[in-house]
């Protein structure tokens, strides 16, 4: 692709960001209907679905032959059928949305031919934009962003949502996880897989994991991560999908190794 389209993809990208963050700080302040999606913890808001139909209009207005991946699917058409693909998560973190109202992020990728080419993650309660695009870098607002510290396991700040995963007990991870918490510095969760993937590039974290994400989830955040230096595969260690489920880790690059060998001590995985 072109640098010229490239750029231009990136400038749309960054404003449906800031567009959708700004949609959503000014519905925060209104009521808003809540549903619950596959139960009381899988939270759905009015706000979700309108956000997302706002930056779907703004994509194809401006790319009417491009596909849409949105969690919230405002996209009729079928997103297999476009070379290039917006997977798009218009409010990652609803439930601290509802609750926090911070910590929840926009999350917009583009992939064109399934390669990664731009993603954007805004987090519109601070007014912080991570992005990056293939091959150019990735900044936090005008902030580039290089993982070059040597962080040892024992020294990482790890996050991960595998205690609260039912299939994790299932299968074990949350034990090896939990093997895994004594031995780094610390654990966090945030609760908005594209902004802790986006800390994870900014240094802030240094390291992810999560089972079973969806595409809209770790889109934008995997672009944002390796722009950054960092490494981002399935726990397995294989390439991450871009239009289905996976499960994510990601980190800053010189314990990679280390990280996998702990994730991959489960087969069922
Ligand atoms: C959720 C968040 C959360 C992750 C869940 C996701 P949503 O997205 O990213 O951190 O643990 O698996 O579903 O539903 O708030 O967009
Ligand atoms: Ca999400
Ligand atoms: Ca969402």
Same mark, same amino acid.
């Given at each position: 692709m072109q640098t010229s389209s490239l750029t231009a993809l990136k400038e749309l990208a960054l404003q449906c960001a800031r567009s959708a963050g700004k949609l959503s700080l000014a519905r925060m302040k209104e009521p808003f209907t809540v549903e619950y999606k596959t139960s009381a913890s899988d939270l759905v808001t009015a706000v979700d679905k309108e956000v997302e139909k706002h930056v779907v209009d703004m994509i194809l207005q401006r790319y009417p032959d491009h596909g849409i991946l949105g &969690? &919230?699917? $405002?996209? $009729? /058409?079928?997103? /297999?059928?476009?070379e290039t693909l917006w997977v798009i998560d218009p409010i990652d973190g609803t439930t601290n949305f509802v609750h @926090? @109202?911070?910590?929840f992020s926009v999350s917009i990728a583009v992939y064109h031919k399934g390669e990664g080419l731009i993603g954007v993650v805004y987090d519109p309660s601070r007014d912080e934009i991570f992005h990056a695009v293939k091959g150019e870098g990735a900044y936090l607002n005008d902030q580039p962003l290089r993982l070059e510290r040597q962080v040892h396991l024992e020294e990482a700040l790890l996050c991960t949502s595998v205690f609260w995963n039912k299939r994790a007990e299932q299968i074990g991870i949350d034990q090896i996880v939990k093997k895994l918490a004594g031995k780094v510095r610390g654990m966090r969760l945030l609760g908005s897989a594209a902004l802790e993937l986006a800390y994870v590039a900014a240094g802030r974290l240094d390291g992810y994991v999560s089972l079973s994400l969806n595409a809209w989830d770790f889109g934008a955040g995997k672009i944002i991560v390796e722009e950054a230096g960092g490494r981002v595969t399935t726990m397995r260690g294989t390439p991450l999908p871009f239009d289905q489920k996976s499960s994510v880790m990601a980190c800053n690059p010189a314990f990679y190794e280390e990280l996998q060998h702990y994730l991959s001590m489960n087969e069922n995985m």
């Open positions: &969690e &919230e699917s $405002t996209f $009729t /058409g079928d997103p /297999g059928k476009y @926090q @109202q911070i910590n």
